[in-house]
């Protein structure tokens, strides 16, 4: 119950790592059954159809709610600790934007018991995603279920750039703010301007799919290529939405465990703002073979060539900060130092995707399938299990064991390349991507069955994390304030896990790595802004959870309007929206509730605190 | 200009030899990397330069990283707080400046490359015009100036110019022939795309749709065949001409016309809803996945392949759209006859 109703910004930090958790955990066990699928040709394991759900539903679970939720989870663990503040900016929006997220995602993930999942990709391209070519509900879980979890991530982004813009600790000017919370600000400064359009494009093609409009119905003068431009000029962002966070955790790991000041800071801020801007500039370049024209295909390469430019940068910057330093191997730094070759990899075949008239022969392979893992499983989900690892002792209080958390590493790189390396070749020898089989004396058997056997040693390597943060569960909480030792930023001031409030006093921030530069100035630690005093908190309360439950319900009320049910009385509740009134009158009865009562809020009082207080 | 000219010119090595390692890959009918035409040539030559400065750029972070690693890990006992650099301008401004050099390298015959693979062959007077429509899951070409349309074997004469036209009927899809060229869409009328290439050698190249389009899209297979000039003048002659070869026995003509021709077409007969069936005794595959050359292991001979299909068309391409001949009201024993007309039904 106390999950149900926290506006904690530790707890829902937790909450959305469970959540990505399971959502991670399908969508590997879907990615497991397609390699399973291809692991010879022609092979009958899974059939056609069921290939194709799985494919979408692989890709679309896990760049929209697998990984996004664990991005989240950390934002929400270490944001407000490392900015010095005691909450985010909007703590009931926070546990709002957790339920509409998961229930978005629940919603989407029961089309595989109601009749059938999504089975146009990912992308849903126009015309294969119409009512007309994907006959089953499963498109209208994809929109619908999409369109709620986007709201949840539209409003987390929009309260962590209200939080970094307002609730930063005295002294913390933005050139003095901690990588992290730079990428955290600029990755929601670009789901507000990404998701929007994503959200207009699920709305057009639920009224083409339920309502019989005709956006992208050709013959009735709609467009299939502007679904493709909508998609990306969302889709294409959202990429930079998910590596930028890893960015900025690999950007704190690594001066920590080499006990250095990351090397350029400022030209590491900056060249993060201009990904960002780039990565508005280019979405075409998902489309070099749709037939923009050559002026179009031009101009769309070189701008997506020149991210090289910038990525480069932070590239060497890394490399330059463990320079002179003092490298130590911990698990989270091997994630880290295991990220940059294995995302320069990545980078690098982007640079040759660039190019168009090559790109004609790379696009929908096998060579794309190898990039964007490399990208985003190399890359982000390196990245994540770094900054997991990192900040776990301060999230739950508890170290994970270093040993298994080594173990985990070898398995899962080694799987990794060994999974993905190989798909450079298949593509480059001819096989497209999203085929359910292939035919056998394309030379493509051997290769394939190498990938397999990678996707499995992954699995081992989750297995192994999860064994991991089991076994450690049952230990004592016993961390100290800064468990690595090295420790430079705020976070690592306060008690692991931190005190609802987090910090007794406001410290006061001196210079960039303001803990590091109090430690070397020999103190033990942050200068307080402020005398201790009274502190506010804010309510818990169960309203962002029944808001969602009803948006949940008009949902799937609305998704099934127009079916004809065997039972008159179904038939009856749906058909006449009922279902759907029922599930906003849930949500807006919430909303009012929340504006006619004044919830003030609560305080600790000085006295409470030094009761609770040894440090 | 002159500096980026020497670092061009000092790839090259690099880049023969990546070339050479490459040539290993993959089949001559079918792989990007063994290029058998000027289209795929001017792809590949851009993924050589590309791959060879990426393999540079890779060198030596990987070089660095290693470096670094070894060299700055902490021992123990140390102690003493290592120096704390901001950063280094020059530096920075070095690697800012030479990965401009290198995408400059890149982009500028990227650039041409791509204005090169937008010419327009469509008003070329020796090119030959071939639309292509692709369908679930199967490929259309019309040969417009001859008035011929075919189907899953596209018939080229060597060497020429071929201007495409491509469009779709239903969703979109995309066609790809690895060793000749890049892929290009098939988008509904009114966005229409055009592209050309040419085959210089004489031989059968595998096609492939590259955009998902439903259950079998990984099977939506077809060949390019290139041959001479005047074989290429004779195919065009025999399907031209308009006397449709039909079942020598009656009966089971007209089962074919009733339960057959009523999508289908042969020479004069019938309809182009589904694959055009004149010659297809002469096909290099069924349905395009299921190859006629029994000569090889994973061929069959095309009698063969034709009952495969006739028997059960939705355990060979899940979701096609042919219905089962059975359902038509064809007895097995129907359905082998039609089987061996049509392996029989070859183009002189
Ligand atoms: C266990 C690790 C993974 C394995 C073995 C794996 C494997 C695959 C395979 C075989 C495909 C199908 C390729 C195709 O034919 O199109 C695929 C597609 C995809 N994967 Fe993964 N994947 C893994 C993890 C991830 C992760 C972590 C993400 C993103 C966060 C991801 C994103 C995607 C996307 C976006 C697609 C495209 C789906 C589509 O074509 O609609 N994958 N993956
Ligand atoms: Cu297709």
């Known amino acids: 119950m106390d999950w149900l109703t926290t506006v904690d910004h530790k707890k829902i930090a937790i909450l959305y790592l469970w959540a990505g958790g399971l959502f991670f955990g399908i969508g590997g066990i879907e990615a497991l059954l397609i390699r399973w699928q291809l692991i010879k040709p022609m092979n009958n394991f899974l059939d056609a159809q069921t290939f194709n759900e799985l494919i979408t539903m692989h890709g679309t679970t896990m760049i929209f709610l697998g990984v996004m939720p664990v991005i989240f989870a950390l934002m929400n663990a270490v944001i407000p600790l490392q900015i010095g503040a005691r909450d985010v900016a909007f703590p009931f929006l926070n546990a709002l934007g957790f339920w509409t997220f998961l229930f978005g995602g629940i919603l989407l993930n029961l089309s595989w018991v109601m009749g059938g999942a999504p089975d146009a990709g990912w992308t849903a391209y126009t015309p294969l995603s119409t009512s007309t070519y994907s006959t089953t509900h499963g498109v209208d879980f994809y929109t619908i279920g999409l369109q709620i979890a986007g709201l949840g991530t539209l409003i987390g982004g929009i309260n962590f750039l209200a939080t970094i813009i307002t609730m930063r600790a005295p002294g913390m000017t933005y050139m003095r703010m901690p990588m992290f919370a730079w990428t955290t600000f600029i990755t ?72 250095k000041r990351l090397f350029g800071y400022s030209s590491m801020v900056f060249a993060t703002i201009l990904i960002a801007f780039l990565g508005f500039m280019v979405w075409a370049h998902h489309m070099f073979t749709t037939g923009l024209g050559p002026v179009a295909n031009a101009l769309f390469s070189v701008s997506t060539m020149l991210i090289a430019v910038p990525t480069g940068i932070k590239i060497f910057n890394w490399l330059f900060t463990m320079w002179g330093g003092q490298v130590r191997f911990t698990t989270p730094n091997l994630f880290a130092v295991g990220f940059i070759p294995t995302f320069t990899m990545g980078g690098v075949t982007g640079v040759m995707l660039a190019s168009a008239p090559a790109d004609f022969q790379f696009h ?87 990938s397999t056997i990678g996707a499995g040693l992954m699995g081992v390597g989750m297995i192994i994390f999860l064994v991991n943060i089991l076994l450690t569960s049952r230990k004592p909480a016993d961390a100290s304030n800064d468990p690595w030792e090295d420790g430079r930023t705020l976070e690592w001031t306060i008690p692991s896990p931190p005190p609802e409030y987090n910090f007794k006093q406001t ?36 309203l962002p959870f029944t808001m969602s439950i009803g948006i949940f319900i008009a949902g799937l009320g609305f998704m099934f309007s127009r079916d004809e049910f065997g039972n008159a009385f179904m038939s009856f509740l749906f058909n006449n929206y009922i279902v759907t009134a029922i599930g906003l009158i849930i949500t807006f009865g919430s909303m009012l509730m929340r504006s006619l009562y004044d919830d003030h809020g609560w305080h600790i009082e000085p006295e409470e605190l030094e009761g609770s207080e040894r440090t | 200009m002159m500096k980026t000219w020497q670092a061009v010119k000092r790839l090259l090595p690099m880049t023969a030899m990546f070339g050479l390692f490459l040539a290993g890959c993959g089949r001559e009918d079918l792989s990007v990397l063994r290029p058998q ?34 060299r700055f890990r902490r021992r123990p006992g140390q102690n003493e707080i290592p120096e704390q650099v901001e950063g280094s301008i020059k530096l920075e401004i070095l690697w800012t ?148 070869v039909l079942p020598e026995d009656p009966a089971l003509a007209e089962k074919f016309k009733a339960a057959c021709l009523t999508c289908h077409a042969v020479g004069d007969q019938g309809i182009n809803n589904a694959p055009n069936l004149t010659g297809i005794g002469s096909r290099e595959s069924i349905a395009g996945i299921l190859l006629n050359d029994d000569t090889r292991e994973d061929g069959a001979p095309i009698e063969e392949n034709l009952k495969t299909w006739l028997h059960d068309p939705q355990s060979v391409k899940p979701g096609n759209l042919m219905p089962n001949p059975k359902d038509l009201g064809l007895s097995d024993a129907e359905i082998d006859g039609i089987a061996e007309y049509l392996a029989n039904y070859k183009l002189d």
Not at chain 1, 194 to 222: K, M, Q, S, Y
Not at chain 1, 401 to 410: D, M, N, P, Y
Not at chain 2, 39 to 50: I, K
Request: aromatic letters at 14%; charged letters at 15%; hydrophobic letters at 50%.
């Open chain 2, 37 to 70: 035409g000027p289209a795929a040539d001017r792809s590949y030559g851009l993924m050589e330069l590309s791959i060879s400065i990426m393999i540079v750029v890779l060198l030596i972070v990987f070089t660095i990283a290693a470096y670094v690693l070894i």
């Open chain 1, 364 to 450: 929908d392979t096998y060579f794309v399938v190898a990039h964007f893992h490399y990208v985003i499983v190399g890359g982000l989900v390196l990245g994540l299990f770094a900054g997991l690892h990192y900040w776990w002792p301060k999230m739950f209080g508890r170290m994970l064991s270093e040993k298994l958390g080594k173990w985990t590493f070898w398995t899962f790189i080694i799987g990794f390349h060994l999974t993905f390396f190989v798909q450079h070749f298949l593509g480059l020898m001819g096989m497209q991507r999203r085929v359910f089989t292939y035919l056998p004396n394309q030379q493509f058997d051997f290769l394939n069955l190498v």
């Open chain 2, 97 to 244: 400046v030479i990965p401009l050099i290198l995408v400059v390298v890149l982009a500028v015959p990227t650039v041409k490359a791509v204005f090169a693979a937008g010419d327009d062959h469509s008003n070329d007077k020796n090119a030959i015009k071939v639309k292509v429509t692709g369908h679930q899951y199967w490929w259309e070409f019309e040969y417009t100036d001859y008035k011929v349309t075919t189907a899953q074997d596209l018939i080229i004469p060597v060497g020429k110019d071929i201007a495409f036209e491509l469009e779709t009927k239903d969703v979109l899809h995309s066609f790809w022939v690895p060793s000749l060229s890049g892929k290009i869409d098939t988008n509904p009328a009114g966005t229409i795309n055009r592209f050309s290439f040419s085959a210089p050698n004489e031989g059968v190249y595998r096609g492939k749709c590259a955009e998902l389009c439903g259950p079998s899209h990984g099977l939506m297979e077809f060949k390019v065949k290139s041959v001479s000039e005047q074989e290429f003048q004779k195919w065009i002659d025999s399907m031209k001409t308009p006397v449709a």
């Open chain 1, 188 to 259: 929601s400064a670009i789901i507000l301007f990404a998701f929007p359009a994503i959200t207009v494009g699920l709305v057009l093609l639920t009224f083409d799919r339920i309502l019989g409009a005709n956006f992208f119905e050709v013959g009735a003068g709609g467009s299939p290529v502007l679904w493709q431009h909508i998609f990306w000029i969302f889709g294409h962002p959202e990429v930079y939405i998910l590596i930028l966070p890893a960015f900025g955790i690999i950007s704190e790991v690594i001066p920590t465990f080499s006990r």
């Open chain 1, 507 to 542: 410290p006061l921030i001196r210079g960039i790595d303001a803990f590091w530069k109090e430690k070397v100035a020999g103190n033990k630690g942050m200068t307080p802004a402020e005398p201790v005093g009274s502190i506010h908190m804010p309510s818990a309360t169960i």
